[in-house]
């Protein structure tokens, strides 16, 4: 089956500007999540959701960060507008379901953003 | 919320030799334990986990243990080979928001 898939795979932008990640998860799996890496750190979640409905946003920067699942597929990551400290690797993972039993997060590749 | 501990940070070993990498973690209702394998340019990849139920779990070179009452599990990799190197990254999940919780990561160099 093929990954997660994710682009743009690098994106180099001024502060101030606007920047969109996209991606798409493996086919039939309902929970997409989007996770920052900072460089030499273990990824940080940003935002859940299941299907079309974000069920945990708590850690994401809502003043200039956005993010949508419409029909529940493909998902999109904004930020409006970037700051130097956004400089990072996003990072977009899904799975069957969530659960605390633990279900596997597959990982796509990566958007590393350079904020100049 | 849960906080996942990982050491060492660094780690080289020949090749052939073992490497065991530790993490601890606080949350005592956590039940998922998952082992992360990244490379570089790529995504973290699943390589083993590990539910609470469950005190060790073994794949071919890869193995983890988990101590419940210590709060803490460890990966163990046998027979090392230049593949291996990476970065590996445990992870926790909290039972309470089914959110996943990641070490700092320790990067592993397999020496030729």
């Known amino acids: 089956e093929a990954g997660v898939v994710q682009s743009p795979r690098y994106k180099i932008i001024e502060k101030k500007q606007p920047v969109a990640f996209w991606c798409n998860p493996i086919?039939?799996?309902?929970?997409l999540y989007w996770y920052l890496q900072n460089l030499g750190q273990g990824p940080e979640l940003l935002i859940r959701y299941e299907n079309e409905e974000a069920v945990d946003d708590s850690q994401l920067p809502k003043d200039r960060f956005s993010a949508e699942r419409l029909k529940g597929v493909d998902s999109t990551l904004k930020i409006q507008p970037a700051e130097l400290g956004d400089s990072a690797v996003y990072l977009c993972?899904?799975?069957?379901?969530?659960?605390?039993?633990?279900?596997?997060?597959?990982f796509g590749p990566g958007t590393r953003l350079t904020v100049l | 919320g849960e906080n996942v501990e990982q050491h060492p940070s660094t780690l080289s070993v020949q090749e052939g030799d073992s490497a065991v990498i530790k993490c601890t973690y606080s949350d005592s209702a956590s039940n998922y334990f998952p082992w992360y394998k990244q490379e570089l340019g790529k995504g973290p990849q699943l390589i083993i986990d590990i539910r609470s139920n469950v005190g060790e779990k073994k794949d071919q070179r890869i193995a983890v243990t988990l101590n419940k009452t210590a709060k803490h599990f460890s990966l163990h990799i046998t027979e090392t080979q230049p593949e291996d190197s990476a970065v590996y990254f445990c992870a926790a999940i909290d039972v309470g928001n089914e959110k996943l919780t990641f070490g700092t990561g320790t990067r592993l160099t397999i020496i030729p």
């Open positions: 993972a899904s799975s069957r379901t969530s659960g605390g039993s633990g279900n596997e997060q597959f």
């Open positions: 086919s039939g799996h309902n929970t």
